[in-house]
């Protein structure tokens, strides 16, 4: 059963940055895909980036490109998101979510991914 353990979430002010880390284990599968979402209050998931495993293909969601950078250290087997420039509409929580290379999907939405974290808090605030 792979199991995901998010961290680094909580309180920043308008334009700071945090990182939030995915711990990834128990991973069978040559391949993966790991992605961000967030999901604010009353909201849908909404999807933020993925990474790729062996490839480090990364996309980003519209509302984080330029800000946002998805990046993973297979030693760790760890998924991280940096982030930058942050706005008070990045206020969600913020879930981590990893599929095997052969599970369906379009990679964008929530039902592609069948592995979650928790969720960890992200607030965005003066």
């Known amino acids: 059963q792979v199991q995901l353990v998010e961290s680094g979430g909580g309180l920043v002010q308008p334009g700071g940055s945090l990182r939030l880390s995915c711990a990834v284990s128990?991973?069978?599968?040559?391949?993966?895909?790991t992605a961000w979402f967030r999901q604010a209050p009353g909201k849908e998931y909404e999807f933020v980036a993925r990474?790729?495993?062996?490839?480090?293909?990364?996309v980003y969601g519209d509302s984080v490109k330029g800000r946002f950078t998805v990046s993973r250290d297979n030693a760790k087997n760890t998924v991280d998101l940096h982030m930058n420039n942050l706005k008070p509409e990045d206020t969600a929580v913020y879930f981590c979510?990893?599929?095997?290379?052969?599970?369906?999907?379009?990679?964008?939405?929530?039902?592609?991914?069948?592995?979650w974290g928790q969720g960890t808090q992200v607030t965005v605030s003066s």
């Open positions: 128990d991973r069978t599968a040559s391949s993966y895909v």
């Open positions: 990474i790729t495993t062996g490839s480090s293909n990364t």
């Open positions: 979510a990893t599929a095997p290379g052969w599970y369906g999907g379009d990679r964008y939405t929530a039902g592609s991914y069948p592995y």
